[in-house]
C-alpha cells in the first residue's frame, strides 16, 4: 500500500508522541530515518528484519575487504581499550552494512544486543530500522542513536555511535560502530568513534599513494603529526596525484578535481620547496588567498628495497628503553618501527617481511 509522503510523516509525529522525544530538537536526520522506516513498511512494535549472511558469504566479503580490514582491525582493537569495561561492543561494517568485524567485553557479551550484532548481520534501515550503524551509511556523517530514536521499540535500551569511512575519492568504504545497552548520547564515545575513522582513512589514503612521495600539511606547525592534517601525494614534477578529504576542506575555493599542479594551489613552485621538505625539514608556503600553513614530507615513495635492507633513520626513529645500550637491539628495534611505518601500520606484513613474531612488532612500537 501506497502512503503519501505527509501520512508517513504523521506516523513520525505520532511515534515521536507516544515516546515522549522532540526528533526536531535531538536530530532531524533520525526524524527523517523514522519517515523513512514507515516507507520501508516497518511498523516500530514489530520486530526487525532479522538479516544474516551465511558463512560462505560473510568468508566471501570478508575476503574482499581483507586490505581495509588489515588498517581496521587494530584501531577497533584499540577504541575497545578507550571504552572496555564500560558495557560496550565495536564493530566494523562495510559499505553495504554488512558487520565484519566484532569485539565485545563480557558485560555487553551477556546481553540481549550481542546476540544480533554479530558477524554477518545486515543493518541498513530498510532491514533493521533507525540505528547508528545504517544511519551513517544513509547520511554519509557521523551519527548517534540513542534509546527511543532507534524505529523499533526492541531497540529502545540501545545506543549507537557510528562513523562512515572515505577512501582518497570520497566513496564510503565501511563504518566504525559502538554500540552500548544503556539508552544515552554520550559525545565523548562518538568523538572516539570519529578518531577511529579518520585513522583508518589516513591509513587507506597512505596505501594507495604509497609509490608517490605524500606530504602534510597544517596552519600551525604543532598538528603535523595528529588526524587533523592535509595530505598530498604529490610526483617529483609536482603533479598532484591524490588528496585527502582534510585537504578537500582546508582547501576550499582553492582545491578541485581538476587542480593537479602544486602551483596552482600554492605560490611556490613545487621545485623550489622539495628538496627542503625532503630533507624532512619543516617549510612554510602561502596559497594563492593569502594563507599561510606548514608542510612537511610525511611518507616517502615506497621502494622495491627488501625490509631487511632498509637504512635506518636515527633523528626519526629512537630506541625503546629496553634495547638501548645494545647495538644490536637497537638496529633490531629501529628496523622494526621504520619497517611498521613503511608497511602503513600492518602489523601482519611487517611480522611476515622481517620473520619475527607479531608480540616482538608490538613490543617496540609500543614502547617507541
Known sequence: MMHSYRSLVEQARSLEKERGISLDFTDKNIADSWVRCF?????PN????????NQKELGQIKEQY???RDFIVPELELLYS????????VAFANNDGVVLDTIYDNQFLNSQASKVVIPGSVWLEKYRGTNGLGLSLQTNTPTIVAGGEHFFTSHGGLS????PIFDHNQNIVGVVDASTDTSSRQDHTLALVKLSAKSVEQKIFLDAFKHTNIYSFHPRSE????????????NEEGH?????????????????????DFYNIFTTPFENVAHEMNADKIIQVKDWLGSSVFMKLFQKQLTSTPASKLKLSPPTYQPCDDCRGSTLKEQKCLLIQKTFDQLEGKITAVSKA??????TVYKHIQKK
Open 39 to 43: 516507507e520501508h513498511g516497518l511498523r
Open 46 to 53: 514489530a520486530n526487525p528484519v532479522d538479516t544474516v549472511l
Open 66 to 68: 581483507q586490505n581495509i
Open 82 to 89: 578507550q571504552i572496555a569495561g564500560s558495557n560496550f561492543m
Open 160 to 163: 549507537c555511535f557510528a562513523s
Open 223 to 234: 598538528y603535523l603529526h595528529t588526524n587533523s592534517i592535509g595530505l598530498l601525494a604529490i
Open 240 to 260: 598532484i596525484e591524490g588528496v585527502n578529504s582534510n585537504t578537500r576542506i582546508m582547501l576550499s575555493g582553492l582545491y578541485k578535481e581538476d587542480t593537479k
Open 354 to 359: 622481517l620473520n619475527i613474531s607479531r608480540t
